[in-house]
Each structure stands twice: as C-alpha cells, then as structure tokens.
C-alpha cells in the first residue's frame, strides 16, 4: 500500500468520528452538508540510505452552510483533534503529524445561501514500515 493509500485511508477513519459528518477522499458529485473532503499531497522523498521515507500534507476540508460559521468552526475543531489522534498508518510508521494552519472562508454570493469552506492542513512524515 502506497503512503498515500494508507495515510487516507486512516485519516478518513479517523474522521468518521465526527457525529453528522460525510468523508470523502474527492469533491462528492451530490453530498449534503456538512461534509469532508481528505485530500493527500504533495508527497516528496523523506527516505534515507537504507528505508523509504514520505513527506506530504494531508489537507481536510470541511463545508457547511449556515448563517454563520459557528458550526464549521466547531467541526474544524473536531476534525484537528481527530487527525492529530491517529496512530498508526498500515505499513508504514508515523514520525511526525504536525499542524500547519487553518482557514475558514465564505462561499457564493450574498444572493445565494450562505456557504463556508474551512481547512485544516497538516505536515506528515513516514518511514516505511521496517525502514527504521
């Protein structure tokens, strides 16, 4: 399995958590809100001279729509804590999550229903598994 597979596929557990929450590993084609979207990359080398290593951002983005953002920051909020809850990574051993930033921002028009978009990026290193 490749980092990306395994690292998505925890992190989509990880979010299945949040009460009320789709997770998707793409932008769904029809989804209610609120929802989640997992996303890996970029992924660059973090191997050495006797294992393979990835380095890559793992990045969630969480829509909503609602007067306000209350509610989406609130998700956010969840969905940090369950992403820096993970573990481990099939195949591969975790070395560092580490929180990068966050941002919530709003989506549409003032015609339109009030849309938010928040994301919460973080910085993740693995070796793989026996590359210790």
């Known amino acids: 399995m490749t980092a990306q597979e395994a690292l998505l596929a925890v992190a989509k557990a990880a979010l299945a958590s949040l009460d009320?929450?789709?997770?998707y590993?793409?932008?769904p084609v029809r989804a209610s809100v609120p929802y989640a979207v997992?996303?890996?990359g970029p992924?660059?080398?973090?191997?050495?001279?006797?294992?393979?290593g990835r380095e890559?951002?793992?990045?969630?983005t969480l829509r909503d729509k609602s007067e306000t953002p209350a509610r989406l920051r609130r998700l956010m909020g969840e969905a940090e804590g369950a992403i820096a809850g993970i573990g481990?990574?099939?195949?591969?051993?975790?070395?560092?999550?580490h929180y990068l930033r966050g941002r919530i921002v709003r989506e549409g028009?003032?015609?339109?229903?009030?849309?938010?978009a928040g994301v919460i990026e973080f910085r993740v290193r693995m070796l793989?598994?026996?590359?210790g």
Do not use: C, M, Y
């Not at 890559?56 to 969630?60: D, E, F, Q």
């Not at 481990?88 to 999550?97: C, M």
């Not at 793989?128 to 590359?131: I, M, N, Q, R, W």
């Open 25 to 27: 590993d793409g932008p």
């Open 38 to 40: 997992v996303e890996i």
């Open 88 to 97: 481990a990574v099939t195949g591969w051993s975790l070395v560092t999550l």
């Open 109 to 116: 028009t003032s015609n339109a229903p009030q849309a938010w």
């Open 20 to 23: 009320g929450v789709g997770v």
């Open 56 to 60: 890559g951002r793992l990045a969630v």
């Open 43 to 52: 992924e660059t080398d973090w191997g050495h001279k006797s294992g393979i």
């Open 128 to 131: 793989a598994a026996g590359s």
